[in-house]
C-alpha cells in the first residue's frame, strides 16, 4: 500500500495492482480490469498472475506519455527475476518504482 500511495504521490498517476488469475486472453483481461478504474487515461495496471507465470503492465493513454513501452518493459524484466527468485512482494515494489521513477513529475 505505501509503495502504491508513494508511486501516485510522485506522478500524479494511479497505479494498481491486480495479483490473481487472469482469463484468456490475458492481455485483453488485462486491459479490461484497467478500464474498470476510476480514471484509466491515467492509471497504470500491473496484472500479475503468479500461478499462470504472466506480467502485464497496462497504461492509460495519458499515463504512457510518461511511461513509453521501453520503460514498461524494464520494470517487467526486474520484477520477472524477483519473481523467478520468489519474491512477488519485492518485484511487485520494485516494478512500482522503476515506474514511478520514470514517470516522476519536475
Known amino acids: 500500500d ?10 500524479g ?4 495492482v491486480y495479483c490473481g488469475e487472469l482469463a ?24 500479475v498472475s503468479p500461478n499462470q507465470r504472466v506480467l502485464e503492465i497496462v497504461t492509460g493513454r495519458r499515463a ?4 513509453p513501452d521501453r520503460a514498461c518493459e524494464l520494470a517487467g524484466m526486474s520484477m520477472r527475476a524477483a519473481f523467478a527468485g520468489g519474491d ?8 512500482l518504482r522503476m515506474l514511478a521513477d520514470r514517470a516522476r513529475v519536475g
Open 2 to 11: 505505501e509503495a502504491l500511495r508513494v508511486a501516485d504521490q510522485q506522478t
Open 13 to 16: 498517476l494511479t497505479f494498481s
Open 24 to 47: 484468456e486472453p490475458i492481455r485483453e483481461t488485462a486491459e479490461a480490469l484497467h478500464d474498470q478504474l476510476p480514471s484509466p487515461l491515467d492509471s497504470v495496471l500491473i496484472a
Open 64 to 67: 504512457s506519455k510518461r511511461l
Open 88 to 95: 512477488l512482494a519485492g518485484g511487485i515494489i520494485t516494478g
